[in-house]
C-alpha cells in the first residue's frame, strides 16, 4: 500500500493516539468520566479508545484509507 502519511502527520497521529487509548482505558476504569447526555461513559471510554488505536494503527503504517478517496498525501516522497 502507498504511504501517504507524512512526518509531522505520524508524529500527530501517535501522540494523539497514545493519548486516547489512555484515555478510554483510565475512564473505562473508572478514573474519570467520558460520559455525557444519553451516552453511558463505558461507551464513551470504548470509543475514545477505538480512535486512539485507529490513529495509532495509521500513524505507525503511515496510511490513511480516508486519505485516498480525497487524495491527500502528506508524505516527503520519501518511503
Known sequence: MVRNV??????VRLALGALLVVGGVGSYAGLFSLGFGPVPAALGAVFVAAVGVIL????????????????IDTSDGRN
Do not use: E
Open 6 to 11: 507524512g512526518t509531522l502527520d505520524r508524529t
Open 56 to 71: 495509532l494503527v495509521t500513524g505507525f503504517r503511515r496510511t490513511c484509507p480516508l486519505y485516498l478517496p480525497f487524495g
